[in-house]
DNA sequence: TCTGGGGTCCTAGGACCC
DNA sequence: TCTGGGGTCCTAGGACCC
């Protein structure tokens, strides 16, 4: 039995969430991040910003160079998150399969719905015009019989697109991409589908099994499927968190000392306080600091018994700390991960198990 | 141009156990 | 004395995504 998957992507989410709060930036480009002094990156840019070649990821201070009319804005979170919420409720209204990716993004399983809307295209209208009314905002959606075609085609109908792939039609659909369309695909394995002579989806969907060994080694044939159109995955409807982590950027590099100290503190408090609040706590705690070349390491420690503690995280953080720092280092990055999460009470739970 | 912050998943080597 | 193979857990690094 075919399915029917809706992939709905907001467009330039967090700048179009500050374009509808403040009508004056409506109409004009919009950078959403943190300050260039702060060497601060681009979260988000409206439509009118990307005119100027301004992306994603991007240096802030290139950004505003290359855009100086542009109207910076720092993140509001949770603002982003209340508004996401608001849409992600209207999607379960439509079904209630909803896999939600990040905030702006998700997959909805329609399958059971499609006929009842009067067919996809008749759904996909309506739940454009219920973000609009819900959320204010628009959203680019993309329909096809499996995830990673619906995701294509949300992408490539950007902004305020419908894009519908019939049954039969997902290879041809496809084929002609480069392969960096695919999820999963990035810089360093499309070099290396580069080298074997592979640059579309087309090229990668008939590759020989054998010239896939070396980009993606025992995953490549799942990438051979993808690329051919097939992808069987069901939606996820519910995610158990892995970890939950902070780090600085400094604006500028600190060497070890008190301050580095006390930016460590502050940093284990704000992980702390959100595994209480997310009622788990962390078996393995691992500290990560960036030099100020970028050199980027970590460095993790596991213990039986879980912790949801900011002295106590702040404790483990130090110690791992202490082992690597040399003097004359300076580091321009701070952070703490806890990842081995456990439901608080599971421990109880464990005791009673064991006898 | 000078590189954020939140994550997930994978790999590879080593310790340890049976 | 020299040699297994499977399984699990841990650590470090890295690719990738939004």
């Not at 902004?159 to 290879?171: F, Q, W, Y």
């Not at 369309?181 to 070099?191: D, M, Q, R, S, V």
């Not at 720092?325 to 608080?344: A, H, K, M, Q, Y």
Request: proline share 6%.
């Amino acid at each position: 039995m075919s399915r029917t998957i809706v992939h709905a992507d907001l467009d330039a989410f967090f700048a179009a969430v500050e374009q509808m709060d403040r009508p004056e930036l409506r109409g004009t480009p919009v950078v959403v991040g943190g300050a260039p002094a702060a060497r601060g990156v681009v979260a988000a840019a409206s439509y009118e910003a990307r005119r100027f070649g301004v992306r994603s990821a991007m240096a802030m201070s290139r950004a505003l160079r290359l855009c100086p009319k542009a109207v910076r804005v720092s993140p509001r979170f949770d603002r982003y998150a209340e508004v996401s919420r608001r849409v992600m409720a209207t999607f379960r209204s439509v079904t209630p399969l909803v896999e939600p990716l990040s905030l702006d993004e998700a997959f909805l399983d329609v399958t059971e719905q499609v006929e009842r809307y009067g067919g996809p295209e008749a759904l996909a209208r309506q739940l454009k015009a219920e973000v609009k009314g819900n959320a204010g905002l628009t959203v680019s959606i993309g329909v096809a019989s499996n995830k990673t075609v619906a995701k294509i085609a949300s992408d490539m109908g950007k902004p305020d697109g419908l894009i519908i792939v019939p049954i039969g039609r997902e290879a041809g659909f496809l084929e002609p991409l480069p392969v960096r369309a695919l999820w999963g695909i990035g810089p360093k394995a499309e070099a290396a589908l580069a080298v074997a002579g592979i640059h579309t989806v087309g090229q990668l969907a008939g590759a020989d099994p054998s010239a896939l060994e070396r980009p993606f080694g025992s995953r490549g044939g799942i990438f051979r499927r993808m690329a051919q159109g097939l992808d069987e995955r069901p939606l996820e409807t519910e995610h158990r968190r892995q970890s939950v982590g902070a780090e600085t950027t400094f604006p500028n590099d600190l060497a070890d000392g008190p301050e580095l100290c006390a930016q460590l503190g502050r940093i284990a408090a704000g992980v702390a306080r959100r595994l209480t609040r997310g009622r788990v706590k962390a078996r393995t705690v691992a500290l990560k600091l960036r030099y100020s070349d970028f050199r980027t390491i970590t460095r993790q420690t596991s213990r039986a018994d879980p912790t949801d503690d900011a002295d106590e995280i702040r404790g483990r953080a130090e110690s791992l700390l202490a082992k690597v720092v040399s003097p004359g280092d300076r580091f321009r990055l701070l952070g703490i991960n806890c990842s081995g999460l456990e439901e608080d009470g599971k421990e109880e739970q464990l005791r009673l198990w064991q006898r």
